[in-house]
């Protein structure tokens, strides 16, 4: 292979093998992916139009989970309407640079996602231990920063992942990918090479890109929870706790389905292809499902919110309490 190329084994496409259902059950499998990515892109949509129209949601905390919203939504949708397009065609082909592009934005996107809750941990973490100077030290342009060093940093520190796995040499013609979509452990799968320098270079970047905002993520609740044991009451321990239990549950999910496939890709490729999928499936349309109701259904101010827009839909007013 010669330097500057990215692959010159003979690839000119890959075949994704899909998602596998008996004939009966495909029908069905279709039509629960359909409405999981309806779900996805209408819950988060909501949740973001909330956020934009309700000024008493112009805070740093729902800023930035208007930027958690916006990551779900692309990374369903950089995937699903494929898989789904896909599963009414008798063959599934992406050719080098689709397959390429797609395994390079959702690995970044996850990246991003992984540094964003980090910047959410660290958000809530002033809030409860510093919240006489939380106004002062949380402002709208350092909420940017966050917010926007989270999408550059996921973003940048993809890049070697995604051009290493492309420079592999994968057998001529036609590479068969056994995944619904362009995964980085499902295509380093395929290569007719040895691929130890690429799981090197996943475990070397989960450092930083998932392994360091885990830290942070654990230090920030570590503090919020000596702040709260300081508190005077139940009640305002409970009202502190409860501002940061949506924000725990969004970061369970998504580092326990991540780590079975990131964290451990080496050896999670002698596991069977399905229990890959089924991973990927949790985590690429179950987690993007249960984010905007987490954050809605715990949340008053956002229940509020609702109630205040749809009262305006109707034409109606109704007293905020």
């Keep these: 292979m010669g330097p500057g190329t990215l692959n010159d084994s003979g690839t000119t496409e890959f075949l994704l093998l899909g998602l596998w259902a008996p004939p009966s059950l495909r029908p069905l499998l279709w039509a629960s992916l ?5 779900t996805t892109v209408l819950g988060n949509g909501a949740l973001v139009g909330l956020i934009a ?15 958690l919203a916006l990551l779900d939504t692309a990374y369903v949708s950089t995937t699903l309407p494929q898989a789904l397009a896909h ?3 008798r063959s599934a082909r992406l050719s080098l640079v689709r397959c390429g592009t797609q395994l390079y934005v959702g690995i970044s996107l996850g990246s991003c996602e992984a540094i964003l809750l980090a910047a959410m941990a660290l958000d809530r973490c002033l809030a409860v231990c510093r919240p006489l100077h939380y106004a002062t030290l949380v402002t709208a342009p350092r909420c940017a920063a966050l917010a ?10 993809s890049v070697p992942n995604a051009v290493a796995a492309l420079r592999l040499p994968f057998c001529p013609g036609r590479a068969a990918v056994d995944h619904f979509f362009c995964e980085l452990p499902a295509v380093l799968r395929t290569a007719c090479a040895d691929t ?8 070397g970047l989960g450092v930083p890109i998932l ?9 920030s609740y570590t503090w919020i929870l000596a702040a709260v044991r300081k508190l005077p009451s139940a009640g305002s321990r409970h009202k502190a706790l409860s501002t940061c239990s949506s ?6 999910l998504f580092y326990g389905t991540v780590s079975a496939m990131y964290l451990r890709p080496k050896a999670s490729s002698d596991l069977p292809a399905r229990h890959h999928k089924l991973v990927a499936v949790f985590y690429l349309v179950v987690t993007p ?8 259904l715990r949340n008053r101010e956002v229940h509020m919110a609702a109630r205040y827009a749809l009262a305006r839909l109707r034409g109606t007013r109704i007293v905020l309490h």
């Design 211 to 219: 392994l360091v905002p885990l830290v942070l993520i654990l230090a």
């Design 87 to 89: 599963m009414t065609m």
């Design 148 to 157: 926007g060093a989270s999408w550059t940093l996921g973003f940048a520190l």
């Design 34 to 38: 359909l409405l999981a990515y309806l």
């Design 289 to 296: 499902v249960l984010n905007p109701l987490i954050y809605s």
């Design 196 to 203: 130890t320098a690429n799981y090197r270079l996943v475990y």
């Design 247 to 252: 924000h725990l549950a969004v970061v369970g």
């Design 53 to 67: 129209l309700d000024r008493r949601l112009h805070r740093p905390m729902y800023r930035l989970l208007t930027h």
